[in-house]
């Protein structure tokens, strides 16, 4: 799940979330009541095919198409272990908001999946559109609060309500070209590495990998570079209650500022060049030796026949001594309005129980969310030390979200790029980031 690529201007703020906000009047809240309303009749139709043992048919939304392998494995096992139950996937691209833009459709008709795949940057506004049912009753009679991680579970909670069976999650690690390193005479990077060891090694593969060769990359990026690094410093994007960011802090500066130094120090290619490219696309054409990627490039990296036994990965370096990582992932979300809502609410807790993410991780895919399945992902991907993903994951820091996260973050890019390209300072674009970023949390 590459978050980056997703800043996605949501039509449901519009449709369904504006509703909710208008205040009163009846055209303007009743999508929401419709919602509500749908949501009490599913309930009840639930109950009552449940009960007389009828057959249940339920949608199941997704958008990976490498996923939908594991994804239809897991229905097989429901099904079987529930012969009343009929699951029908439906599979959406993401690409292009495609995804969002048919779910958001549909649930103003009526008709979304009954259990779908959600994100953190969509929650708030689905949550605040009345599109998702509320989980926790169903998650504190389940062993899904003792089977997660606190943050993944966290992710999906919203005024004490959960909305969300964690899915599956990502966090960060140091890539790197094995052959870059022999040809150059370089020692490997290690699981125990320092920010400060990070440049010592770029400093040493400078002046000795190829022609347009470079030592590491510093995109523009903010979950995979920079809020590593500015949480770890004392920093911070929003404030507890979301209310102010904090881009005007020196810590939060000095987290950026690291990743600028080494476009600077030439041991990255410009920021230019790599909106134009992208890290990826370099470490996996042998244009630089290192770079950070989220656990989901791993089946791409995997794949690429030039680099897949060439590389291998360490776990992120320590900035000023703090293990620095960021998660963020998927959950599994039901519809309010969905026609067998209790039917829909058990397969999506059973999606997360051990046998479901047992299945999941076994394809080495994605990591799976619960915390004795995550040893699956490195027992399906044994050429990489994919455990630096899962080391210290209990302690990585949440994905920072609010109702505007689309646009905070393409706000963000927007700013933080001019210090990166050097069109002005980092202090004078935090300075107007602020601004502007601390208005759109007033929306």
Wanted: hydrophobic share 35%; glycine share 8%.
């Amino acid at each position: 799940m590459k978050n980056k690529k997703k800043f996605l201007s949501l039509g449901l703020v519009g449709v369904m979330t504006a509703a909710a906000l208008a205040g009163c009047g009846s055209s303007s809240s009743s999508s929401q009541t419709a919602a509500s309303d749908a949501a009490a009749a599913g309930s009840t139709q639930s109950a009552e095919s449940q009960g007389s043992g009828e057959k249940v048919s339920l949608s199941f939304g997704i958008w990976d198409e490498n996923q939908r392998g594991a994804m239809q494995q897991m229905v097989d096992a429901y099904e079987k272990e529930n012969p009343n139950v009929s699951i029908e996937i439906q599979l959406t691209p993401y690409k292009g908001s495609e995804y969002w833009t048919k779910l958001e459709a549909a649930a103003t008709g009526g008709t979304a999946p009954d259990v779908f795949w959600i994100n953190v940057l969509h929650l708030d506004s689905y949550e605040q559109g009345g599109i998702l049912a509320d989980l926790t009753d169903k998650i504190a009679s389940s062993d899904i609060k003792d089977s997660f991680p606190e943050a993944l579970l966290n992710n999906y909670v919203r005024d004490g309500k959960n909305y969300a069976v964690p899915k599956d999650f990502d966090t960060n690690a140091l890539w790197y070209n094995k052959d870059l390193f022999d040809q150059a005479g370089v020692a490997y990077p290690t699981d125990d590495m320092s920010y400060d060891d990070l440049v010592a090694l770029c400093k040493e593969l400078k002046d000795k990998l190829p022609d347009g060769v470079y030592p590491f990359a510093c995109p523009v990026d903010f979950q995979t570079w920079y809020y590593q690094t500015i949480y770890a410093n004392g920093g911070y994007i929003l404030n507890e209650d979301k209310t102010a960011t904090g881009y005007d802090l020196p810590e939060t500066q000095e987290g950026i500022q690291c990743w600028i130094d080494l476009i600077n120090d030439g041991y990255s290619p410009s920021a230019n060049t790599l909106s134009e490219t992208g890290a990826d696309a370099m470490f996996e054409g042998q244009q630089i030796a290192m770079n950070f990627a989220g656990s989901y490039m791993l089946p791409e990296y995997a794949a690429n026949e030039q680099i897949k036994d060439k590389i291998d990965c360490v776990e992120i370096p320590t900035f000023n001594g703090v293990e620095d990582n960021v998660i963020n992932g998927l959950g599994y979300a039901v519809y309010a309005g969905s026609k067998n809502l209790d039917a829909a609410e058990d397969f999506a807790i059973w999606l997360g129980s051990q046998e479901a993410q047992d299945i999941q991780g076994k394809t080495g895919v994605v990591i799976s969310a619960r915390t004795d399945c995550q040893k699956d992902f490195a027992e399906a991907n044994t050429q990489y030390n994919v455990a630096a993903y899962t080391n210290h994951a209990d302690i990585a820091y949440p994905l920072p979200v609010c109702l505007n996260a689309a646009e905070l973050y393409d706000t963000e890019a927007t700013w933080i790029t001019k210090a990166y390209t050097g069109e002005m300072s980092l202090k004078d674009a935090c300075a107007s980031l602020k601004q502007e970023a601390d208005a759109l949390l007033t929306q």
